[in-house]
Every structure is written in structure tokens, then in C-alpha cells.
């Protein structure tokens, strides 16, 4: 109901809450109502024929194409595409390998990819013009610079055999199960030695985020619907990556769609002790806290719907854990794993912190 309502959004829901069956029945009613007519259902490599099954289940008598390793292998792909776009399937359901892929028209990728670079070029300016810049830090920019731009391009110089694009194939909607593995978005950022941000980006998720704005283009607002149980994996900044999939100009708005200035409203570097890889333990700043909380609450429930296991725990029974709760088991270092740490590792570590001009 939210989905027709709203538009798009994030399935923040539990393992067992039934994400699949939601989009499922979100993507039939939408056809139903005429508010889409082709959506694209895009899923694990291995939970490809799961989820065919699923949406069986719950619709018999819907007319589903699966981009199978038969269907959607090389020789047969063009044609795969091409019923795609002459049909009015109720769905298309591909793998996160297969939508990667489909290729798009140059005209479209070059919109987004213009927008990238000139973010980071904003960034790379800023370090021109302050004199005590160093000269390693603009290298590391003009590296990242001459990635994005390698990705962009790869979009558009794909394998020859890919027949139709995403734009032909007439697909209007997109639903992403397992979106966690589209979270690594490319971003300018003059913080990027601390610990819990990662500006680098990845190939699959700018992928996805092109195609997303082509579809934003044409229907604003009800594009997409992502879901996963774990939508921050790994480190705080991917939430940043995550609001701007759904971006509804508010972030520009209010002055954070730069990462800096969004870390600088919501985040906190945290010192903390940790153990390194010689088994000393040292102060590390990580990016690890979040501030703000209600203010970012707001706008991240703009788009996210959140089911925890708590909210769950009437409707699904878990199995108990043996003991009432996880073990610790510890394991006493070896002596040739402690000489190895003591005469090997340590020595490394501290050579390389002292290596000039930099870390």
C-alpha cells in the first residue's frame, strides 16, 4: 500500500518477513491499476529460480520471462531483449550479473556521468586553489576522476552481442531484491583516510544508478522499490550513498548532497581502540557515529519502511539459540602465529607508518 501510495521506497525488513512477496504483489497491483506496465524484477544470481517461483506462487496465472543462463546467454540474449520489448510481460526477472549486462543509450549515461565528474571536480579545484594542498591528494583525485569516468564508459562500450538497450526494452519500474549490493556509490570527499568512508565506487552500482535516473526522468517519483534485511553493511557512509538512490532534491535543497557537508550534519568521527593486524591495540578515528538522529531520521523514513525482528516476533517463531545466546570461544595464539606477529607483522606496520612523503 505504501509502494502505491508513495512511490518509491526501501524495504528495510527482516530475514522472514516476506520482502519478495511484498514487491511481488506492489509490482501486479501497480500493472493492475495502470500506473506501470513493464517492471523489471532484478535478484541474486542464486535465487533466480527461487524467485520465479515465488511470484508463481502467489500469482499462477502470471506471464513471467526469466533471464535464465539459457535465455540470457550470449547466443540467445538479442533475442531474449528483443521479446521483451514487443511483449507486455507482467514481469521480467533478471540476476544483478544479467541487468549489468544491459547496456543504455550514450545520451542518457553521459547526463549522469557529467554529473559525477563535475562533483568531483568541484572537489579537485579546492585543492588546486589551497596553497598548502598537497600534490598526493590531487594525484588521488585525478585518479579517481580517471575511474568514474572508466565505469561511465564501460556502460556504453559493452559486449556488441547485447542487442536492444534498457531504454528499448521499454522498461518503466525497477525492483531490487538484496539492494545491499548496490550500496558502494562513488563520492568526492575530503576525508577519505579515515576509517568508515569509502568514496570509491562500484561498477554494479553505478549501473543501477543511471538506469534509475533515466526511469526518474520519465515517471518521477515511482521508479523504483529496493529491499534488503541489512541495508548498512559495512560503514556509516553507505547511508549517504543510499539517500541519494532516492533523492528527491531535497539533499540539494538543504545543502548536504555533497558527502562533507552531509557527514559534517549527521556524523561524528569516533577515536577508539582497536586491535591491529600484530595484535597491539591502538587508537583508530572511524567514521561510527551518527548525530542528528531525528532529523535524519525523518528523512531517511522519507523512502525507508523498517521492520526489525522485533516487530516480527509475533507473527514469526525463531528457532532458539542452544545456551540462550551466541558462545565466545577463545582461542590462545599459537607460539609460531605470535612470533609471526611479533617479528613479521609488527615490523611491516611500523615501517609503513613511518614511510614518507605520506601514510
Known amino acids: 500500500y505504501r509502494g502505491l501510495q508513495t512511490g518509491n521506497m526501501y524495504l528495510a525488513h527482516a530475514v522472514g518477513a516476506g520482502k519478495t512477496f511484498v514487491m511481488v504483489a506492489q509490482g501486479m497491483e501497480m500493472k493492475r491499476l495502470g500506473l506501470i506496465q513493464k517492471p523489471m524484477y532484478v535478484v541474486p544470481n542464486h535465487m533466480l529460480g527461487q524467485s520465479a517461483s515465488e511470484f508463481l506462487e502467489a500469482y499462477p496465472m502470471a506471464n513471467i520471462m526469466v533471464a535464465d543462463e539459457k535465455n540470457f546467454h550470449k547466443n540467445n540474449r538479442k533475442r531474449f531483449m528483443a521479446q521483451a520489448a514487443l511483449n507486455n510481460p507482467d514481469a521480467i526477472i533478471v540476476t544483478h550479473s544479467a541487468f549489468g549486462l544491459i547496456g543504455m543509450k550514450p545520451e542518457n549515461v553521459a547526463v549522469v556521468k557529467q554529473s559525477f565528474i563535475k562533483d568531483l571536480e ?5 585543492l588546486e586553489e589551497d596553497k598548502k594542498g598537497n600534490r598526493i591528494s590531487i594525484k588521488q583525485m585525478q585518479k579517481r576522476i580517471d575511474q568514474v569516468m572508466q565505469r561511465f564508459d564501460r556502460m556504453t562500450s559493452g559486449p556488441t552481442d547485447q542487442g536492444l538497450t534498457f531504454e528499448e526494452m521499454g522498461v518503466d519500474y525497477i525492483f531490487v531484491d538484496e539492494a545491499h549490493k548496490f550500496r558502494k556509490l562513488d563520492f568526492s570527499t575530503n576525508q577519505d583516510r579515515i576509517k568508515g568512508i569509502d568514496p570509491n565506487g562500484s561498477q554494479r552500482a553505478i549501473g543501477l544508478f543511471t538506469k534509475i535516473h533515466y526511469l526518474e526522468s520519465q515517471n518521477p517519483g515511482k521508479s523504483h522499490t529496493f529491499a534488503s534485511g541489512t541495508p548498512i553493511t559495512n560503514t556509516l557512509g553507505e547511508l549517504y550513498s543510499l539517500m541519494r538512490f532516492f533523492n528527491d532534491g531535497s539533499m540539494e535543497a538543504d545543502g548536504i548532497n555533497y558527502f562533507d557537508a552531509w557527514a559534517s550534519m549527521f556524523g561524528r568521527v569516533v577515536t577508539d581502540y582497536e586491535l591491529n593486524a600484530a595484535g ?7 567514521f561510527s557515529r551518527f548525530v542528528n538522529l531525528p532529523e535524519l531520521g525523518s528523512r531517511v523514513r522519507k523512502f ?6 522485533r516487530n516480527l516476533s509475533g507473527v514469526v517463531t525463531l528457532p532458539l539459540i542452544e545456551g540462550g545466546g551466541p558462545e565466545i570461544v577463545i582461542a590462545p595464539p599459537s607460539p609460531e602465529f605470535k612470533h609471526f606477529q611479533d617479528h613479521v607483522l609488527m615490523p611491516r606496520i611500523v615501517q609503513s607508518r613511518a614511510w614518507k612523503p605520506s601514510p
Open 122 to 126: 568541484d572537489i579537485m579545484a579546492e
Open 280 to 286: 597491539r591495540v591502538e587508537p583508530v578515528a572511524r
Open 304 to 309: 525507508m519502511d523498517v521492520l526489525t525482528m
